[in-house]
């Protein structure tokens, strides 16, 4: 079975950093596009960054000029670099992935990670 398997996230204080990594593993044959979204309590799951296996990207405008996503395709794993971190940031953090199997070679499946608390608070 395939698993992404978040880490990363942690408290910090406005105007400060952390870097969330995802590693895919299991029966795959290829990782298609990946991606971060968030969930802060109340709110609904929105869509943060995207990343193709090409590396092309996108970004919710209010994280645009502060956070970066990036791939490792070797490691099948995709990072997002969160700078100048603001408390509205706060939220439940969960990579995503579409990926094809060895099993399945004509399908593509989204996966999710276990998600991880990003906390930015004075």
């Known amino acids: 079975q395939v698993q992404l398997a978040e880490s990363g996230g942690g408290s910090v204080q406005p105007g400060e950093s952390l870097r969330l990594s995802c590693a895919a593993s299991?029966?795959?044959?290829?990782?298609?596009?990946m991606g971060w979204y968030r969930q802060a309590p109340g709110k609904e799951r929105e869509l943060v960054a995207t990343?193709?296996?090409?590396?092309?990207?996108n970004y919710v405008d209010s994280v645009k000029g502060r956070f970066t996503i990036s791939r490792d395709n070797a490691k099948k794993t995709v990072y997002l670099q969160m700078n100048s971190l603001k408390p509205e940031d706060t939220a439940v953090y969960y990579c995503?992935?579409?990926?094809?199997?060895?099993?399945?070679?004509?399908?593509?499946?989204?996966?999710w990670g276990q998600g991880t608390q990003v906390t930015v608070s004075s």
């Open positions: 299991g029966d795959i044959f290829s990782v298609n596009a």
């Open positions: 990343a193709t296996s090409r590396g092309r990207t």
């Open positions: 995503n992935a579409k990926i094809t199997t060895w099993a399945d070679r004509l399908s593509e499946y989204d996966y």
